[in-house]
């Protein structure tokens, strides 16, 4: 079956500007958790949408926000864009279930300059 | 606040040889260990995970240790082979999948 697609695979933004990107989650999968990858920082939880609430969230500011459709297909927001946030933005699936795997995507690539 | 360390930020290993990641964690809450593996480009894979009931897991050539005790768990790759070079990192959370904690990353490299 078809991965986790994420859209679009790069990004130049500036600084200031706002920013959506888009996760399709696998077929049947219901919850979709978003990351934030950069060298300095590493791998950090923005947050997980179950099917369509937000069930956990990271140490974000306010400017990351994101939703989920009755389809499951999320999207995540940047409003205000800084230079800091440029990074690999990575979205991964799962059922939602307790000891199930969850599938990562390849991620969008944002530029902020 | 870093929750999960993990050592060494790099590794090099001769083909055949054993890689071994370690990492430490705080937060005696964490209930669910995976790792995983990371090629340029692509987002990150489970390898293989871990839950603190149990003191090793093996999956073909890699192998997790945990030391509940120590809040240490390490990560075994046996006979390394250079399709092995990637970024690995260890990873912790509560309860499953949803909220992982991650650890800084190793980037293997498996020379020929």
């Known amino acids: 079956k078809a991965g986790v697609t994420q859209t679009p695979r790069y990004l130049i933004k500036t600084r200031g500007q706002q920013v959506t990107l888009s996760c399709s989650p696998i077929?049947?999968?219901?919850?979709v958790s978003w990351y934030q990858q950069t060298p300095g920082q590493g791998l950090q939880f923005l947050f997980e949408y179950f099917s369509e609430t937000q069930r956990n969230k990271g140490n974000f500011p306010g400017r990351f926000s994101g939703r989920q459709f009755s389809n499951s297909r999320s999207e995540m927001n940047v409003s205000t864009l800084e230079l800091g946030d440029s990074a690999l933005y990575l979205c991964a699936s799962s059922s939602g279930q307790a000891d199930t795997e969850a599938f990562f995507g390849q991620g969008t690539r944002l530029t902020v300059v | 606040q870093q929750q999960v360390k993990q050592s060494p930020q790099s590794l090099i290993v001769q083909k055949g040889g054993i890689s071994i990641i370690n990492c430490a964690y705080e937060n005696t809450a964490f209930d669910y260990f995976p790792w995983y593996q990371q090629f340029p480009g692509k987002g990150p894979a489970l390898l293989i995970a871990i839950r603190p009931d149990v003191s090793e897991k093996k999956e073909g050539r890699f192998t997790i240790s945990f030391n509940k005790s120590a809040k240490q768990f390490s990560l075994h790759i046996m006979d390394s082979q250079p399709g092995d070079s990637a970024t690995y990192f260890c990873?912790?959370?509560?309860?499953?999948?949803?909220?992982?904690?991650f650890g800084t990353g190793t980037r293997l490299l498996v020379s020929p």
């Open positions: 990873a912790a959370s509560i309860g499953g999948f949803q909220k992982l904690v």
């Open positions: 077929s049947g999968h219901r919850s």
